[in-house]
C-alpha cells in the first residue's frame, strides 16, 4: 500500500514549514500534521503525522480517523475540530458527497462528530468562516457550493446556503458543466 506520494510530501513539508513559521510551539517543539487520503487504493481515512521541529524527525503515518476519501481538509482556529470533504459520487443513500466534522483528541486522534451530506457529488474544498461559525464546501461534480453551521460541539448542522452553479466552459470536453472548486 502507497500512503505517501510525492505531492503529500510536498504537502507535508508545506505544513511543516507553516507549522514552524506560524504555528504555536510548544515545549517540545512537536506538530501534528494531518492528511487526506483517497480510500479506494488501500488508504483508509485521514492519516496524523508527528513532526518534531528540534531534531527534523517525521513519523510514520498513523490512522486518525476512518472516513471515505476526506481528499481536503481544514482545522477550526483553536484546534480542537477538524471538517474534512468525502469525496465520492454518493454518500449513504444520496446523490451527494459527504463532509465529516471530527474532534482532535489528545495526541492527534481524531473522533467522528458527525457527517452530513455536501449537497452535491465530489465534493472537493472545505473552509471554515472567519468566526469558524461556519463550514463552506465546493462540490466539483455537483457544480454546487454550501454552507453549514458549526454547532457548539463542533458538529454540522443541516446546510443553511446552497448554491447551484449552471453553464459550461469553452472547453467542451472537460468543461460540460459546472464544476465548483
Known amino acids: 500500500m502507497k500512503l505517501i506520494s510525492s505531492r503529500i510530501i510536498l504537502l507535508l513539508i508545506t505544513l511543516a514549514y507553516s507549522a514552524l513559521c506560524f504555528g504555536k510551539e510548544t515545549r517540545s517543539s512537536q506538530y501534528v500534521l494531518y492528511v487526506g487520503t483517497y480510500t479506494d487504493k488501500g488508504a483508509k481515512g485521514v492519516y496524523v503525522y508527528r513532526y518534531n521541529a528540534a531534531s527534523g524527525q517525521l513519523s510514520g503515518p498513523e490512522l486518525a480517523a ?45 473522533r467522528l462528530l458527525n457527517e452530513v451530506p455536501s449537497g452535491g457529488a465530489d465534493p472537493c474544498y ?44 469553452p472547453n467542451r470536453e472537460r468543461q460540460e458543466a459546472a464544476h465548483a472548486h
Open 66 to 110: 476512518e472516513t471515505a476519501n476526506p481528499s481536503f481538509l481544514t482545522i477550526a482556529a483553536g484546534r480542537q475540530f477538524l471538517y474534512a470533504v468525502n469525496e465520492v459520487q454518493r454518500y449513504q443513500t444520496e446523490s451527494s458527497g459527504g463532509v465529516s466534522a471530527l474532534a482532535i483528541e489528545p495526541g492527534g486522534r481524531l
Open 126 to 169: 472545505v473552509s471554515l468562516d472567519k468566526t469558524d461559525k461556519y463550514v463552506l464546501v465546493a462540490n466539483y461534480t455537483g457544480g454546487s457550493v454550501a454552507v453549514f453551521p458549526v454547532q457548539a460541539d463542533g458538529s454540522l448542522g443541516a446546510a443553511t446556503a446552497f448554491i447551484q452553479h449552471k453553464g459550461s466552459g
